[in-house]
């Protein structure tokens, strides 16, 4: 309840004991008006109460301009908000990670981060230049600077923590790129003649050995899930893959095999990208650029 609520319950409660006023004219009370307090600017985007302002969000757009122009692509404006909305988006929830996970760039973190990039530009004076020349304002270059650290953060340990073994599969295949030719080889192979020898043929540099690779690394699901359906010496039916007609001969499996970098960086990305859907499928997302 409040004071004036209170005050007039007490009032009206207790009028019997109290004298009956004089008659006379009514004083008209002043009523004192509260000044008005400015109303925040809602953000661009906000993932669980954390944001890109609209003048932030405007100078992200202004840098993507750029980028596009440099290279000679042309975008709508609808399809660059959408772009540059997903980046910040996932940059936040990278961000809002981090400090889930008790990691903030401190102040001093921040600063000679900063300090760095000045003495790579040359001094002051060029790094005024460069703020300018690519939008930033010194607060909001400094807000980018914590966030992508975080981000940066963030994304080194989900990296770190993606499996280095995995069970992989080491394949020898013949690619042929029409179909012609794909049922040619594959009436070879059907009538005795030697896998290796057939592929060889088609690839005389690799032989057709593309080595051992994990489930998630091969881009063609279709041909990813023919290759772990083989066991070593098997060799598969004619596939019609993304890029051409595949046979396949698995050569080795491994159920717990060490990833090659290529393949561990493959998974790592692919960890990462994982982990941000995952984020965002609970997180408050509200986009109004």
């Given at each position: 309840?409040?004071k004036?609520?209170?005050?007039?319950?007490?009032?009206?409660?207790s009028?019997g004991?109290?004298?009956l006023?004089?008659?006379?004219?009514?004083?008209?009370?002043?009523?004192?008006?509260?000044?008005?307090t400015?109303?925040?600017?809602?953000?661009?985007?906000n993932?669980?109460?954390?944001?890109?302002?609209?003048?932030?969000?405007?100078?992200?757009?202004?840098?993507?301009?750029?980028?596009?122009?440099?290279q000679?692509?042309?975008?709508?404006?609808?399809e660059?908000?959408?772009?540059?909305?997903?980046?910040l988006?996932?940059?936040l929830?990278?961000?809002?990670?981090a400090i889930?996970e008790?990691?903030s760039?401190?102040?001093?973190?921040?600063q000679?981060?900063?300090?760095?990039?000045i003495?790579?530009?040359?001094g002051?004076?060029?790094?005024d230049l460069?703020?300018e020349?690519?939008?930033?304002d010194?607060d909001?270059?400094i807000?980018a600077?914590e966030?992508?650290?975080?981000a940066?953060?963030?994304?080194d340990k989900?990296?770190?923590?993606?499996?280095k073994?995995a069970?992989?599969?080491?394949?020898?295949?013949?690619l042929?790129y029409?179909?012609?030719?794909?049922?040619?080889?594959?009436g070879?192979?059907?009538?005795?003649?030697?896998?290796?020898l057939?592929?060889?043929?088609?690839?005389?540099?690799?032989?057709?050995d593309i080595?051992?690779?994990?489930?998630?690394?091969?881009?063609?699901?279709?041909?990813?899930s023919?290759?772990f359906?083989?066991?070593?010496?098997?060799?598969?039916a004619?596939?019609?893959g993304?890029?051409g007609?595949?046979?396949?001969?698995?050569?080795e499996?491994?159920?717990?095999?060490?990833?090659?970098?290529d393949?561990l960086?493959?998974?790592?990305?692919?960890?990462?990208?994982?982990w941000?859907?995952?984020?965002?499928s609970?997180?408050?997302?509200?986009?109004?650029?």
């Amino acid at each position: 309840m409040n004071k004036l609520l209170l005050l007039a319950v007490i009032l009206l409660t207790s009028c019997g004991s109290l004298p009956l006023a004089q008659s006379g004219p009514t004083a008209t009370p002043t009523i004192t008006p509260i000044p008005p307090t400015s109303t925040p600017l809602p953000f661009a985007v906000n993932v669980d109460g954390t944001g890109i302002s609209p003048s932030e969000f405007g100078e992200e757009l202004a840098r993507y301009q750029d980028m596009l122009t440099s290279q000679g692509i042309s975008k709508s404006e609808d399809e660059i908000k959408t772009i540059v909305s997903d980046e910040l988006t996932t940059l936040l929830i990278l961000r809002n990670g981090a400090i889930a996970e008790g990691y903030s760039p401190s102040p001093e973190d921040i600063q000679t981060r900063i300090q760095a990039i000045i003495s790579a530009l040359g001094g002051q004076e060029s790094f005024d230049l460069w703020l300018e020349k690519n939008h930033y304002d010194t607060d909001s270059f400094i807000k980018a600077i914590e966030r992508n650290t975080a981000a940066a953060w963030m994304r080194d340990k989900i990296a770190m923590d993606t499996p280095k073994v995995a069970e992989q599969v080491h394949i020898q295949q013949m690619l042929l790129y029409d179909e012609d030719s794909a049922n040619y080889y594959f009436g070879q192979l059907n009538a005795g003649v030697d896998f290796d020898l057939l592929a060889s043929q088609i690839d005389p540099v690799t032989r057709g050995d593309i080595g051992w690779f994990p489930k998630g690394y091969i881009p063609d699901t279709t041909i990813e899930s023919a290759a772990f359906g083989l066991q070593p010496g098997d060799t598969s039916a004619l596939i019609k893959g993304n890029v051409g007609w595949y046979i396949l001969l698995c050569l080795e499996r491994s159920t717990d095999r060490e990833l090659t970098p290529d393949a561990l960086a493959v998974m790592q990305k692919k960890q990462i990208s994982t982990w941000v859907e995952q984020q965002k499928s609970t997180a408050r997302i509200l986009v109004n650029p």
